[in-house]
């Protein structure tokens, strides 16, 4: 098992081009995108709120709170030190 806090302490030292190029890395190995991911995210949740917002209009009724949202993500880490 990795040592978390020495990880930590890496990964906080790493300069912004260190952390971008870093995430281009693990993006690779793990065949993800953040941007993608984030593209998704943001058009669901646009129609999400278009939806709720038209609702609320059409009934006079006040569109649900969504300002929380339980989400868990397994993703396996492996650590090369």
């Given at each position: 098992m990795a040592d978390l806090a020495k990880l930590v302490d890496e990964l906080s030292a790493l300069t912004v081009m260190e952390a971008a190029e870093l995430s281009k890395m693990l993006e690779e190995k793990w065949g993800v995108s953040a941007a993608a991911a984030v593209a998704v995210a943001g058009a669901a949740g646009a129609g999400?709120?278009?939806g709720a917002a038209a609702t609320g209009a059409a009934t006079g009724a006040a569109p649900p709170d969504n300002?929380?949202?339980?989400t868990s993500y397994d993703v396996p880490l492996t650590v090369i030190l």
């Amino acid at each position: 098992m990795a040592d978390l806090a020495k990880l930590v302490d890496e990964l906080s030292a790493l300069t912004v081009m260190e952390a971008a190029e870093l995430s281009k890395m693990l993006e690779e190995k793990w065949g993800v995108s953040a941007a993608a991911a984030v593209a998704v995210a943001g058009a669901a949740g646009a129609g999400a709120a278009t939806g709720a917002a038209a609702t609320g209009a059409a009934t006079g009724a006040a569109p649900p709170d969504n300002s929380s949202t339980d989400t868990s993500y397994d993703v396996p880490l492996t650590v090369i030190l």
